[in-house]
């Protein structure tokens, strides 16, 4: 009896090793409005593995464009929290038979943009405002940064919103020249401001 239990279990452990399965294959980390590419391979009941990429259908949990088997446009996503947004690829493959398999893989977008500017006032009066504005640049398409980053100045105090303050100037000594920095996700730049 324990003989033919040792063979059942042998025999069924031989066969789930090669049941058969749709795996995807996608890149950990991608640039946001960048082409991406994604692979389907089926593995058959006999281990053979097959890449079916042309013949697997795609989608994503975000709907990007799709140009092709598995390639797809990722899009700059709504901005929430941090410096990355993921996002999930889905493939379903047919087999002859006509036996469905999916897989799913989770993506990380990298948000780090191409360069960012800041845009607002050059010159500033003695201890008043001014607000400024962070926009990055992905790949030709923009995205108000202004909220998502980390803002510094020499002189002057910035709020985390682009509210600049400028520092007192002792009358008749001239104009203070400050720097104004903005950081997101370790691009940094920076912007000139003169107070007088």
Avoid at 35 to 56: H, I, L
């Amino acid at each position: 009896m324990s003989k033919l239990l040792g063979i059942f279990l042998t025999f069924s452990l031989f066969t789930s090793l090669y049941a058969a399965s749709l795996t995807v294959e996608t890149p950990y980390m991608v640039r946001v409005e960048r082409e991406m590419q994604a692979r389907a391979f089926y593995t058959d009941d006999n281990g053979v593995r097959t890449d079916v990429t042309n013949e697997a259908r795609f989608s994503t949990s975000e709907s990007y464009p799709q140009y092709g088997s598995g390639r797809f446009q990722v899009r700059l996503p709504t901005f929430g929290y941090g410096s990355t947004h993921t996002f999930t690829v889905y493939a379903t493959f047919t087999d002859e038979n006509g036996e469905s398999f999916s897989d799913q893989k989770r993506v990380q977008a990298d948000l780090t943009p191409d360069y960012i500017n800041i845009s607002g006032p050059s010159y500033v009066t003695s201890r008043s405002s001014a607000m400024f504005r962070a926009t990055g640049y992905y790949n030709g398409r923009m995205a108000d940064l202004t909220n998502r980053g980390s803002w510094f100045a020499n002189y002057g105090s910035m709020s985390g919103n682009g509210f600049y303050r400028a520092p007192q100037v002792t009358p008749g000594r001239g104009m203070l020249y400050d720097n104004i920095r903005f950081n997101f996700s370790g691009r940094f730049t920076s912007y000139s401001v003169y107070v007088q």
